[in-house]
């Protein structure tokens, strides 16, 4: 096995940085894992060697560990988010205790920055990175080289013998900073794909962030807590400098801008797409980021010249078709605003994706079905328009509405082990997410999220996996069962729905439980 170094002679890493599978790891859903390979810059750029491992795209074992710590490794590095992957980075960090007993454990991501004091009370984690953890392992590498005590390394939680210490917070970066992406820690062909948001193209990459954070109120995000609503954003500049490079160096015809809010300030966003325009960058893009209102705010005009600048796909969060549920979410949109966005995307040819949600505190039956009819009528009125997994409110602690969880009956999980079940689109019918529902009716939402996955985004993501010879079946199977399960969802039909658990079931052997990938 080679390992890559920073030019230094040695071959052994100084850390390693494991990124566990997600749990629905199929064709362009696996990107590449940029919360790790951010961490890894400044660490290559100090003159450590680092080890990346991908577990969606390679395996890892005991005996590959076992090969690459030796002496000199000072950390192991592991980034999650809640649900899926804590499982399979429990399943990694107990590979680690086993292989290096002496080596440190790092925990950061999404989860342990939303539960940092329960997490590292877990006897296989050390050490928890709170927050924007791009110079934290850094810090915690030269700490731990030079023998020194961790106090003064801000924004984590560390063990000091039976003792928990909590250093100071560490403040947001400066994104214009951020050193560039050290691609060559990872294979990128294993992230370059037919992509499920722009069919036309195939060689599509997720190429990171050109801003981060989001200054919005909705109540089930966690990135307040995580980003203290700040948006911070890169310069036109630096976004057309990391883009030229890219596609030059991976011969690329597609990307994903994975910002939180791309299309935010739209002063800056036209000087981008004027710049895509004015050096013919030729190719098609999708970002995860626009709100309907601010779209709703973006002249005619202003919209061409994003189709002009390679505007394919546009990822609106609609989340009900409910007002007064919208409202209870402080999403800060009407439905009226989610309907004119589709219709100006239909107006210029772009694919709008809208994200819905169901089973909010309060939220009824009759709600969610307007939620449902919205999905549809967007599509009726949109044929282009996509509608993603219709997902179950999933409580999470720092967000503003997890005191509304918990005034609504919500008992939070008291381990890892039962954050791993915490899915979004999974049945909850022990009533440990949804509470406020009886059984019965948390067997209906279970069933409207996953007629949802297969109705809607089942097949996009099929028509992303590479090889041929599996795409083609998958499709075969997958599409008369989208339109079978769009007409039961359409219709209002999920109160009995016992095929699904056939489907449960091989969700759970597939994805859940197995460490293979379908690429």
Known sequence: MLIRTNGNGSQRPHSILLYPKTGMDMGS?????????????????AGYNVKLLDQRVESITE??????????CLAVGISTMSGTQVAFALGLAKLVRKVAPHVPIVWGGCHPSVAPEQTVAHPLVDVVAVGEGDNTMLEILDALSAKRSLCHVPGILYKDGPQVVKTLPRPLLNVEELLPTPWELVDPEAYIHRDMYIRERQRVLDIGQTSRGCPFDCAFCSSASIRERRWRAQSTERVIDDLKMAISRFNLDGWWWRDDEFYIKRKRANAIFEAIVREGIDGCWYTSGTR???FGK????????MKRAGAYTLKFGAESGSQRVLDVMQKGITVEQTL???RKCQRHGITPAFSLMIGYPTETFEEMNQTIDLG?????ENPRAELETMCQYTALPGTPDWHLALKHGLVPPTSLEEWAGWLFDEFDLEGKKSPWYTRQERRWLGNISYSSILANSLDNAVTSIKSRWARWPAQALVRPAAKYFKWRLSTHRYRWMPELEVV???RERI???SVKTIS
């Open 376 to 380: 549809y009528r967007l599509k009726r």
């Open 298 to 305: 973006a002249t005619e005009e202003e919209v061409a010249l």
């Open 340 to 342: 004119e966005a589709n």
């Open 511 to 513: 994805f859940y439980r």
């Open 29 to 45: 859903t696996i990107a590449p894992p940029h919360a790790l390979l951010t961490v890894a810059a400044p660490i290559l750029k």
């Open 504 to 506: 449960r079931f091989l």
């Open 63 to 72: 005996p590959i560990l076992r090969d690459l710590i030796t002496s000199d």
């Open 292 to 294: 309907c209102d601010v």
